[in-house]
Nanobody, 128 residues
Framework: QLQLVESGGGLVQPGGSLRLSCVAS????????IGWFRQAPGKEREGVSC????????YSADSVKGRFTISRDIDKNTVYLQMNSLKPEDTAVYYC?????????????????????WGKGTLVTVSS
């Protein structure tokens, strides 16, 4: 069974850090672009950061550049999102998605329409 399972969410104060993990089971991430997307209450889902697992190329949205870092551990079939300098506006459910690599840039792949598998999400709350 193909699955993506997120973990690492929680409550953190503004300026704090969290690291999210996304573990894939039932398939290898080698041939996929993996992305972290988020959805805040009343807002549309947005692509936060994506990585092409085979070559490590990445894309991050302007809203998180310099604060969030996406990485992967091929041996563990896991993708991480290190989130630093968190702000209240980062509060959202964070989802891990995976899409089969296509002949597009990683930025173009970082869109829900390009993704084939979805995790159930993990809640991140940034509040004092």
């Amino acid at each position: 069974q193909l699955q993506l399972v997120e973990s690492g969410g929680g409550l953190v104060q503004p300026g704090g850090s969290l690291r999210l993990s996304c573990v894939a089971s039932g398939f290898s991430l080698d041939y996929y672009t993996i992305g972290w997307f988020r959805q805040a209450p009343g807002k549309e889902r947005e692509g936060v950061s994506c990585i092409v697992s085979s070559d490590g190329s990445t894309y991050s949205a302007d809203s998180v550049k310099g604060r969030f870092t996406i990485s992967r551990d091929i041996d563990k079939n896991t993708v991480y999102l290190q989130m630093n300098s968190l702000k209240p506006e980062d509060t959202a459910v964070y989802y891990c998605l995976a899409g089969v690599n296509r002949l597009y840039t990683v930025q173009a792949m970082c869109d829900t329409s390009m993704m084939d598998y979805w995790g159930k999400g993990t809640l991140v709350t940034v509040s004092s």
